[in-house]
Every structure is written in structure tokens, then in C-alpha cells.
């Protein structure tokens, strides 16, 4: 797997410089409303994976997509509730390279944010600072089309949503909701579009801190936020953020702890929804 790295003077600076303002606007944003229609989650029976998969995903092994295919760099929310967008345009990108190698595509966020998640709004403010449910967006993307990346789209303008280059819609997209159904779908069929909770220490975090993120919740939060999961490590899951390549590991990357911020069927906070994963089949 890709070796641990670290960010260097420069990358600590600028996510320290970004995470006051990260975390202004994360006490700003609105949580999308929970769509009421939730399909049933795949039980781990249904979706096993071949016998050299679920050895790779016994107790103490590590699995990591980067060190199979060209995994796109991290993308850069900046101050928009945007990550959802950033977590499944990622995924569809990662499923679609490894369905047809040879065959990469770059997939706008912007669009899946703008124009999926807030079809029906046209102020950019509030388009900015309420996020989306992943589950409505993934079901829209089942009949309405995700859009090529262009430079300079994002943040995307609604009304630019007509005249963009769409490409296709998502087959299907199935919620994940334990560690051994998601390990075996990492490993067998490719990375995943998570949900997770986050507190204000998140927006700071470097590798130099600590090798895994554990949160702070003495900081303020939690905050929803969604990610995109590559792999898994003895200690935790393997993520790609989206608020810039600076953060976590120095590339955007990082490592979250088992059991920690209710991400892939663990425990929610008090007061908060449990989230899933979601694996998309393009």
C-alpha cells in the first residue's frame, strides 16, 4: 500500500491559515434533509467477496485503491457545503476506471452539487451553504445525467447547469452500513462514498499530529461531512477529503480511526442520524 507521508512546513501553514475559516462556515452550513425513502442496506451474505478478498480484509491487513489505479488528486471544497458532491463524483470516477481500464473520466462536483443535489434552487448563497443528502443525489444520478469537469467550474453557477457536458447516469448505488460488507466491496469492487461526522479539529488535521485522525470532541461540531473511501489500514479507514491537497497526509489523504465518527456503520453521535456508505456501479 502507499506509504505513510507527511505534509511539509508549508502544507502544515496553509491548513492551519484554512481551518478558521473551514470552520466558520462549517457552523454556517445547513445539513441536508434526510430523504424518508431509504432502500435496505445489502447484508454482508449478498455481497461477499472472492476468498482471496476476504483474506485481504481479515483483522490486521491493508488494502489501498491508490496502489491499483490512478486515483484523481483531491479536489478543494474551499467554503461551500459542497463534499458530497466532491465524495461521489470520486467514486463514479474510481468505478468507472476500474469497470473499463484505459477509460478515465473527470467527473465536475460542482455540478452534482449545483445541479443534482439543488436542481430546483438558483440562489448561489444558499446553494453554497446547504449541503445534500447523499442518498437523494445518488438516486437522482440514477436517471438524470453527472457532468464532465471543466476548468473553473466549480463553484458551478446554476445557470450554467443546461449547457453542460453531460456524460451518463450511475447503474445503481447500494448502502453500506458495516465494516465486513464494506471491506469486501472495497477490496472486490472498488472505493466508496461515505458520510461521516466531523468536529473542528478535522479542519487542522495533519499526519504530524498523529498517523490516524481520532476527533477532538472537546472542539466544537459535530458537523456532517462526506468523504471518499479508498482502502483500509489495521488501524482505520483510508480516506480522500476535499479540502485540498494540503491537508491530512500532505496529498488529501488520510487515515480515520475504526469506531470513530460514525463513519460506515458506526455509531452516530448524541443526537445525530446514523450515516451509511453508498457503492456506486457505473
Known amino acids: 500500500m502507499s506509504p505513510t507521508r507527511y505534509p511539509s512546513a508549508a502544507q502544515e501553514q496553509e491548513v492551519a491559515a484554512n481551518s478558521a475559516a473551514l470552520a466558520r462556515a462549517y457552523r454556517?452550513?445547513?445539513?441536508?434533509?434526510?430523504?424518508?425513502?431509504?432502500?435496505r442496506p445489502r447484508a454482508p451474505a449478498e455481497s461477499l467477496a472472492p476468498a482471496s478478498a476476504a483474506a485481504l480484509a481479515a483483522a490486521g491487513s491493508s488494502f489501498?485503491?491508490?496502489?491499483k489505479i490512478a486515483i484523481s488528486p483531491p479536489g478543494d471544497q474551499k467554503l461551500c457545503y459542497a463534499c458530497t458532491g466532491f465524495a461521489i463524483a470520486?467514486?463514479?470516477?474510481?468505478?468507472?476506471?476500474?469497470?473499463?481500464?484505459g477509460q478515465p473520466i473527470a467527473v465536475s462536483a460542482g455540478f452534482i452539487h449545483t445541479c443534482i443535489g439543488h436542481a430546483d434552487d438558483s440562489d448561489a448563497g444558499k446553494i453554497c451553504n446547504l449541503g445534500c443528502d447523499m442518498y437523494a443525489v445518488l438516486g437522482a444520478l440514477e436517471s438524470n445525467a453527472y457532468a464532465q469537469l471543466s476548468p473553473g467550474d466549480y463553484p458551478f453557477a446554476s445557470a450554467a447547469c443546461p449547457a453542460a457536458q453531460r456524460l451518463t447516469t450511475i447503474q445503481s448505488f447500494d448502502p453500506i452500513v458495516d465494516r465486513t460488507t464494506a471491506t469486501n466491496n472495497l477490496v472486490s469492487a472498488g472505493p466508496l462514498a461515505a458520510d461521516m461526522y466531523i468536529w473542528e479539529d478535522f479542519f487542522?488535521?495533519?499526519?504530524t499530529r498523529?498517523?490516524?485522525?481520532?476527533?477532538?470532541?472537546?472542539?466544537?461540531?459535530?458537523y456532517l461531512h462526506s468523504v471518499y473511501v479508498v482502502g483500509f489500514e489495521p488501524t482505520g479507514w483510508?480516506?480522500?477529503?476535499?479540502?485540498?491537497?494540503?491537508?491530512?497526509?500532505?496529498?488529501?489523504?488520510?487515515?480515520?480511526?475504526?469506531?470513530?465518527?460514525?463513519?460506515?456503520?458506526?455509531?452516530?453521535?448524541?443526537?445525530?442520524?446514523?450515516?451509511?456508505?453508498?457503492?456506486?456501479?457505473?
Request: proline content about 10%; charged content about 20%; some cysteine.
Open 28 to 39: 454556517a452550513f445547513k445539513e441536508p434533509r434526510r430523504s424518508s425513502k431509504r432502500r
Open 90 to 101: 470520486a467514486s463514479i470516477e474510481a468505478r468507472q476506471l476500474i469497470a473499463h481500464p
Open 64 to 67: 489501498d485503491w491508490r496502489d
Open 238 to 282: 483510508i480516506v480522500k477529503n476535499s479540502m485540498g491537497t494540503s491537508w491530512g497526509d500532505g496529498t488529501g489523504f488520510a487515515t480515520i480511526a475504526y469506531g470513530a465518527c460514525g463513519l460506515i456503520g458506526e455509531p452516530a453521535p448524541p443526537g445525530k442520524s446514523p450515516r451509511e456508505a453508498y457503492a456506486v456501479t457505473v
Open 204 to 207: 487542522s488535521y495533519t499526519t
Open 210 to 222: 498523529s498517523p490516524t485522525y481520532t476527533p477532538d470532541s472537546t472542539t466544537a461540531g459535530p
